[in-house]
């Protein structure tokens, strides 16, 4: 038995078209006395849970004067209610009310409240009015998963009649369980990871569809799979969310019970980067740095490390470039990936999705529209394209 992730969200400083609406946010201060319900799915069980939440981008204190876990009224994600009689009070050192330091996180007691998995789980946390998040606060803004926000203080309720309903996570960064599951799999990478083009609500990113092919055979059935995916990420550099080699540390190494890595990232370098060829020589060059490192890194820590192709961008009106320098980065990054045994195994993630006449491209069925991101079908061709074998536990 031991702790293990079953739920993650990759912190990110909330930008402010992702902030939530007024009145919760409101002369520089943001969600003062106020009420977030939030649920998320875990992929592992176990008789004991704890939580993690994040103040890592509060330029002030995050005051929390109350928490509590829940099952979910409906049973599914981005519920408003939760079921009658099993709401349970979340303590922080023995206290119900915790303060965390800008710039820190905070893990939950222990506390019994047995999940299966695949269970959703319900967190309604209050914010106490005196002292409000300022200059800045930690979310998740890609959560495909509905929030619900009220004023004053509403933990005990049912059903928060009136709320306003975002699709962002605010401050809950991770869920784990006591458990005798294998480890976890870390799912690490960029939009297509954190799902862009999946359905609200309905846990069909591509982590998700691997969670439940796995769940249902023998051999895989006790691994979690936790999603710390950022949409817009980059390896090389900050920008929507520190850049992967910044955050390696704290999402995948910190993890706890973390005994695999599947990297899926690079598209946002290549396609961000200037489209001459020497620049794209150049972030081809920095992104094989940058994957040895990560790869290093993990196995330094005794983590399995499992490189993923990058997928098509062709007629992308963002990443296509007319002279192909792009899709020739692309070409030659994945043939590095495929070739240079430095992963303990390769996902060929082009293969799965590119269209076998126009390779260049994703199939038409599998496209969200902007030739880029993927549909949920196309989301279950990447989950399709893991073997299963790689997350046996022995």
Known sequence: MHWIASWTAAPQRCEPADLPPPPFTRDGAVLPDSTLRQTARVSAGGRRIRLRFSNAYGATELALARACVALPGDGRA??????AGTSRTVTFGGRVAAVIPAGAQM????LDFPLTAGASVTVTAHLAAGQQARGGITSHPGSRTTTHLLAGNHVDDEDLAGAVAVDHWYFLSGIEVWSGAAGAAVMLGDSLTDGRGSTTNGNDRWPDQLFARLRSRGDTGRIAIVNQGIGGNSVLRDGVGPGVLARLDRDVLAVSGARWLVLLAGVNDIGTAPAAGTAQRQVTADLITAYEQIVVRAHALDLRVYGATLTPFGDSEAYDDPRGHREAARQAVNEWIRASRRFDAVIDSDLAVRDPLRPRRV????????????????YQALASAVPASLFRAG
């Open 363 to 378: 199939r038409s069925s599998l496209d969200d529209g902007d030739h880029l991101h993927l549909n949920p079908a196309g």
């Open 78 to 83: 981005g519920a408003r209610s939760i079921a």
């Open 107 to 110: 893990v939950s007691d222990p």
